[in-house]
């Protein structure tokens, strides 16, 4: 016989969560409401034995239990999220922590709210009125968890209008608002454990709600918040921010700018200490510092998600080739600056860069990495869908 699809999902990114398993499934049992039907979809990326404990829990549990084990953690926390929500089946999705600081008794009233609403997102706040941060172990973490959520806001004013709480890891979405950013060209693009600013700002979800909740103590295990989470939540931000064209022109401005400084320190160097050498071999030594310079935080920050299916010495030769060809251009129009209006070489070759920055970009953006965004694309829509992996019943 068939089982009935569920009504919720509950999607659980874990590692090494093994002490946290039993609990955490014991209060999710006891919060579902008789009548609802309800999974739960494990996305692992553990290296102790949280996996068996699962499989051993999954046996004897009265709600069904999916285990997906990921080899490969691609993508962090948010990447866990990303591959359980593919494998979940309902209409309704929440996503919770394993260490049980998120209070699965909550779920109901996520649901509750988001039926009662019509919102297709609701999120468990822990600064909405009624809500509770001290389970954040730490001065240093609240500041982290403040400042974040601060600077988040801002960066994001109209997607994240009416969220108190963008950082929170527990909330409960509709498969129609992941549907639709699954259904674009750019799709989910998940990078480190602040998942729902993923789901948020490129989901677009139609209304959304809060719950308010008093972040708990850890039941058992350590803090997945580290300063390489840290750093991934940084390039996650400048991600979400680019994939404006606009905003990605202003930040690739940003950074050509920021690419003068080694480029004309390169160039006084030459031009100072080397006084016999000519203004265009300088310059074109030069060009390469700030080339280099401009590769490394372009390639890094802004198309983090383009450059997945090339390699980064082919992606660096193709960035070096547009760098330099724009000498073509640069050099004889600074020449002209210095011979006929009389400038310096310095201001000259700044004023000449300034020119050729919209064509760079429009290369860069349109060809370089626009090429392998379209490959990338084309890659996600032929991807088979991925289907649930029930854990075996080993009393048949």
Not at 128 to 151: E, H, I, Q
Not at 228 to 240: A, K, Q
Not at 251 to 269: D, E, K, T, Y
Not at 276 to 285: K, M, S, T, V
Request: charged share 20%; aromatic share 8%; net charge neutral.
């Amino acid at each position: 016989m068939t089982a009935l699809p569920a009504d919720v999902s509950i999607v659980v990114p874990t590692f090494n969560e093994a002490d946290n398993i039993r609990e955490l499934l014991s209060r999710v049992r006891a919060a579902i409401p008789a009548g609802t039907r309800a999974e739960v979809v494990f996305a692992d990326d553990s290296t102790d034995h949280t996996c068996d404990v699962i499989e051993e829990e999954a046996a004897y549990s009265a709600v069904p239990v999916v285990l997906h084990h990921r080899d490969t953690p691609e993508g962090g926390l948010g990447g866990a999220v990303v591959e359980g929500i593919a494998r979940a089946s309902a209409p309704w999705i929440v996503v919770i922590d394993a260490d049980l600081q998120h209070p699965p008794e909550l779920i109901p009233e996520l649901i509750a709210r988001g039926e009662a609403t019509g919102a297709e997102l609701v999120v468990a706040s822990r600064y909405a009125a009624g809500g509770d941060r001290s389970g954040l172990d730490g001065g240093y973490r609240r500041l982290v968890s403040s400042t974040s959520t601060l600077v988040t806001k801002a960066l994001f004013p109209r997607a994240l209008s009416g969220l108190t709480d963008p950082m929170s890891g527990f909330f409960a979405i509709r498969r129609t608002a992941i549907d639709r950013a699954s259904s674009q060209d750019e799709g989910l693009q998940p990078l480190g454990y602040k998942i729902l600013l993923e789901l948020a700002v490129r989901c677009r979800p139609r209304g959304i709600a809060e719950v308010p909740y008093a972040f708990g103590e850890r039941h058992a295990g350590e803090s997945k918040s580290t300063a390489r989470e840290g750093m991934r939540f940084l390039r996650h931000l400048i991600t979400l921010r680019t994939a404006d064209p606009r905003a990605r022109a202003v930040v690739f401005g940003l950074i050509g700018l920021s690419g003068f400084v080694p480029n004309l320190a390169l160039l006084w160097f030459l031009t100072t200490w080397a006084p016999g050498l000519h203004y265009a071999p300088a310059e074109i030594i030069a060009n390469q510092a700030g080339l280099l310079w401009n590769f490394a935080l372009i390639d890094s920050f802004v198309y983090r998600n383009q450059r997945r299916h090339r390699r980064r010495d082919v992606r660096l030769l193709s960035f070096a080739v547009v760098g330099n060809a724009d000498l073509i251009a640069r050099i004889p129009l600074a020449a002209l600056l210095i011979g006929a209006a009389g400038m310096t070489a310095l201001p000259a070759t700044a004023l000449a860069m300034a020119v050729v920055f919209t064509a760079r970009f429009l290369v860069v953006d349109r060809w370089l990495y626009g090429r392998l965004h379209r490959r990338e694309a084309a890659l996600a829509r032929v991807t088979p869908e991925k289907v649930a992996e029930p854990v075996p019943d080993p009393l048949g």
